[in-house]
């Protein structure tokens, strides 16, 4: 099937271009590898885990969390805290389940500690870097489904909690009353957000966090507020799609560029709403689909032989940022593609 072939392709890619300093763009691509779980891609899913686990500093941060400077974008530089380096926590949570490795378990365990012995706002919330007091949106999704998977795996319901409560946190601060959609960075001292558009792919991490905390508790009290979230700012980012199935870098400009990453996070954000059965006001189930399928495909249409998925904005994800691919374009492939197979029987090379 021409799925598999194309999924293996870009799995391929990951694997040929593993970028060892990084640690959190690593998250959504181990997550897509472990949901396809190839057998080919087994021992990289492994090594690249327990090379994280290796690697965990003496603060609890898993793998390496490089200070960088940025070209572009909002910032001049990161410098990473808990909130960042939990990102791979949730697939190697994911190998957990999976195998027992009480290595792993242990790792989280002192993963999550260095998330509650960060810095926060006055509210609670967890700085997004060192340079704070800041929320992003992206770290709903960076952070937020390791805190639940460690809660429910490690019988700790305080972790549960705190990842539903970052989540109320971020969502408050930053998504838009009015328009429903996210922004991306809010700094508490001085009052401001730094970095204020509608920017497609932050919509898109709030987005697959909301499936993700469904996903693992959906019986937790603030699951609703969470389903919520997901119906208002789906149905607003739904209203802003291209014909073409893209998204804009920035939803509402239409001189920015077309976005891959944010379309697949769309495509499989769309997806899981369908399957998790959240109402979104003014479209039915069938609609969202054939979004999400139109989503995808455009996105896989453009897939170089290479396996690479070109069209990403680079980090920080700003106004102004170069284009080309990373590794959670990569990762948000491979989640589209798997939660959208029973619907790509027609899809063709």
């Given amino acids: 099937m021409y799925l598999e072939e194309l999924v293996s392709r870009v799995s391929g890619y990951i694997r040929a271009n593993p970028n060892e300093?990084?640690?959190?763009?690593?998250?959504?691509?181990?997550?897509g590898l472990l949901a396809w779980d190839m057998e080919e891609f087994r021992p990289m899913v492994r090594k690249w885990?327990?090379?994280?686990?290796?690697?965990?500093?003496?603060?609890?941060?898993?793998?390496?969390?490089?200070?960088?400077?940025?070209?572009?974008?909002?910032?001049?530089?990161f410098t990473p805290l808990a909130s960042e380096t939990s990102?791979?926590?949730?697939?190697?949570?994911?190998?957990?389940?999976?195998?027992?490795?009480r290595?792993?378990?242990?790792?989280?365990?002192?993963?999550?500690?260095?998330?509650?012995?960060?810095?926060r706002t006055s509210e609670g919330g967890i700085w997004s870097r060192g340079e704070g007091p800041e929320l992003w949106i992206d770290f709903t999704y960076l952070m937020c489904p390791f805190m639940a998977?460690?809660?429910?795996?490690?019988?700790?319901?305080?972790?549960?909690?705190?990842?539903f409560k970052q989540f109320e946190v971020h969502v408050r601060r930053l998504v838009d009353a009015e328009f429903k959609l996210a922004r991306h960075a809010w700094c508490e001292k001085p009052n401001h957000f730094p970095q204020s558009t509608f920017w497609a792919r932050g919509n898109g991490w709030l987005l697959a966090c909301c499936a993700e905390l469904l996903r693992i508790a959906p019986d937790h009290p603030?699951?609703?507020?969470?389903?919520?979230?997901?119906?208002?700012t789906l149905?607003?980012?739904?209203?802003?799609?291209?014909?073409?199935?893209?998204?804009?870098?920035?939803?509402?400009?239409?001189?920015?560029?077309?976005?891959?990453?944010?379309?697949l996070m769309y495509a499989y954000a769309a997806e899981e709403a369908v399957q998790l059965g959240i109402e979104v006001p003014g479209y039915s189930h069938a609609e969202l689909r054939d979004k999400a399928l139109r989503a995808f495909k455009v996105v896989a249409g453009g897939v170089e032989d290479s396996g690479k998925?070109?069209?990403?904005?680079?980090?920080?994800?700003?106004?102004?940022?170069?284009?080309?691919?990373?590794?959670?374009?990569?990762?948000?492939?491979?989640?589209?593609?798997?939660?959208?197979?029973?619907h790509l029987a027609d899809l063709e090379a």
Wanted: a negative charge; hydrophobic letters at 40%.
């Fill in 21 to 31: 300093r990084d640690c959190w763009q690593k998250g959504p691509a181990l997550t």
């Fill in 49 to 77: 885990i327990d090379r994280a686990v290796a690697t965990q500093k003496s603060d609890g941060n898993l793998s390496y969390g490089d200070w960088h400077t940025s070209s572009g974008g909002h910032i001049r530089s």
């Fill in 87 to 101: 990102a791979v926590g949730a697939p190697m949570l994911d190998l957990y389940a999976r195998n027992g490795d």
């Fill in 103 to 119: 290595r792993y378990l242990d790792s989280a365990a002192r993963q999550y500690q260095a998330l509650l012995d960060a810095p």
């Fill in 149 to 163: 998977k460690y809660g429910k795996l490690a019988g700790d319901r305080g972790a549960t909690d705190e990842a």
């Fill in 222 to 232: 603030g699951a609703a507020f969470v389903r919520e979230t997901y119906a208002d």
């Fill in 235 to 263: 149905g607003a980012m739904s209203a802003m799609q291209d014909a073409s199935g893209y998204f804009f870098h920035v939803l509402d400009d239409p001189l920015s560029n077309l976005e891959a990453s944010s379309t």
């Fill in 309 to 342: 998925v070109p069209g990403v904005a680079m980090v920080p994800g700003g106004p102004g940022v170069p284009f080309d691919w990373t590794l959670f374009g990569q990762g948000f492939f491979l989640l589209a593609a798997h939660v959208l197979r029973p």
